[in-house]
């Protein structure tokens, strides 16, 4: 069982910038990989960057070279840089973990633990 909390979000013009972070806590010492999830308005939940169990990072294509997942030492947190932001980043954003695996291109119900989200808008 993993609980997350997520923060950060919020309101910013087009060219912007965001940082979100989310925290972890769980009962046991079993390792679990994080990773970000996002829902635009209308469309379906779609991953956005991933760290798992080894260390290793992926990125959706849409956010290369503007989002930046990192995770804390005691690997209970990981934030998001978001940079340039653009209107098609409006979106809210969950912060997702599993035991198994995180990475780009996993469907949305593929991850077990979801905190319950921060919205992020982006204006013209």
């Known amino acids: 069982q993993v609980q997350l909390v997520e923060s950060g979000g919020g309101s910013v013009q087009s060219g912007g910038s965001l940082r979100l972070s989310c925290a972890a806590s769980?009962?046991?010492?079993?390792?679990?990989?994080m990773g970000w999830f996002r829902q635009p308005p209308g469309k379906e939940r779609e991953g956005v960057a991933f760290?798992?169990?080894?260390?290793?990072?992926s990125y959706a294509d849409s956010v290369k070279g503007r989002f930046t997942i990192t995770q804390g030492d005691a690997k209970k947190t990981i934030d998001l840089q978001m940079n340039d932001l653009k209107p098609e980043d409006t979106a809210m954003y969950f912060c997702?973990?599993?035991?198994?695996?995180?990475?780009?291109?996993?469907?949305?119900?593929?991850?077990?633990?979801w905190g319950r989200g921060t919205q992020v808008t982006v204006s013209s």
């Open positions: 997702v973990a599993d035991y198994r695996f995180c990475r780009v291109g996993l469907r949305w119900y593929e991850l077990e633990y």
């Open positions: 769980s009962s046991t010492s079993r390792p679990y990989c």
């Open positions: 760290i798992d169990t080894g260390g290793y990072i």
